[in-house]
Every structure is written in structure tokens, then in C-alpha cells.
């Protein structure tokens, strides 16, 4: 009698903390045994990392070879010559971007979940762009910075020359110096 209250103060303890148990007998001894149950509360994962110098298994630098055998790469579009050298890709998730001379230059999530390493994601305001990146250049069809430490820069479509400081990150592009493949 005991035990069968042990037993029961031990499942009404597990379940007030969150998880769930499964009560069985032991088929050797005939005992109960109690085992817990993995929690059905699920939390949902950040959003993937935007730089600083890729995206999912793609790199800017990466050889366009290497970058399909990734398992990425849905389909390869060479841009006619022009400008020369270029095309560009698009993945099996949806996002794209462009390769130069067959190699990765510019990353574009499209409209999929990204935050950067300095937190700015697509929504992101203006003022929260420039305080992330003192290095922000305002354009006049969108904006870009340095990103830190690192060969590359971010494009962050959404604000420009006109915005006002609380304009909205639409889109946002990582890209090399190696990127001459869109204006």
C-alpha cells in the first residue's frame, strides 16, 4: 500500500511539473513500473541564420559544384552574357540568388524566416538597421552595410535614401564584392 502511494505521489508530482508518465507492470516481477513521457509542448526553433557568410548549407565563395551537392540547388539559370559571367540559382526551398565565373556570390531568403547574427530580420525597422549597422548605406532602391568582421555585406531592401526611420526590411541580401550580377 506503501509503494502504490509513492507510486501515485510521483505521477501527480511529474504531471503539476510538466511531463507525463506511463505506469506499467514489470511482465517479469508483476511490479509497477513507471517510465516518463516525452512532453507534447513543442517550441518553435529560431528563425536560420542569415550570414554572416550563408545561408542553410550555401556560402558565399562556394564553387557552384560544391553548392549543388549540397542538396540545395533546384535549378541553375545562366543570366545570356549578361553581365558576363552570371547566373542564377534558386533552391529547393524557395530562396535564390546569383553565382559569378561558377562561383556563389549573393544569397536572397526571399520572403522564408532569417534574423542575422545582429538580430535583424525582414520587419526589422530602419533605425534598428542602422543601429545594428553603423556601416549602413542608405540607396536609392535599398540599402546595404558591412557585415562585421567579415568579406561580405548585407542588402536590405525595404528602406532607402526617403525612408522614414520606422520603413520595414522587405527582403534582405548577403553578397561579396565578387557580385556584379544585379544592380
Request: glycine residues 12%.
Amino acid at each position: 500500500m506503501r509503494i502504490n502511494r509513492a507510486v501515485m505521489t510521483f505521477v501527480v508530482l511529474a504531471t503539476a511539473l510538466g511531463g507525463a508518465v506511463s505506469c506499467s507492470d514489470d511482465p517479469v516481477t508483476g511490479s509497477p513500473t513507471h517510465s516518463p513521457v516525452a512532453s507534447s509542448t513543442t517550441v518553435a526553433p529560431p528563425p536560420p541564420g542569415f550570414g554572416p557568410l550563408g545561408y542553410g548549407k550555401l556560402r558565399l565563395g562556394m564553387s557552384v559544384a560544391d553548392a549543388q551537392a549540397t542538396g540545395e540547388i533546384a535549378k541553375l539559370e545562366d543570366m545570356g552574357g549578361d553581365p558576363p559571367g552570371c547566373g542564377r540559382y534558386t533552391t529547393h526551398a524557395g530562396w535564390s540568388g546569383f553565382y559569378n565565373q561558377g562561383e556563389i556570390v549573393a544569397i536572397m531568403h526571399g520572403k522564408l524566416p532569417a534574423r542575422t547574427p545582429e538580430g535583424i530580420t525582414v520587419g526589422s525597422t530602419l533605425d534598428q538597421v542602422r543601429a545594428a549597422y553603423p556601416t549602413l548605406k542608405l540607396g536609392h532602391n535599398w540599402s546595404s552595410a558591412e557585415v562585421p568582421d567579415q568579406p561580405a555585406h548585407y542588402g536590405f531592401l525595404g528602406i532607402r535614401q526617403e525612408s522614414p526611420s520606422d520603413a520595414k526590411v522587405t527582403q534582405m541580401l548577403l553578397y561579396n564584392d565578387k557580385d556584379t550580377c544585379h544592380n
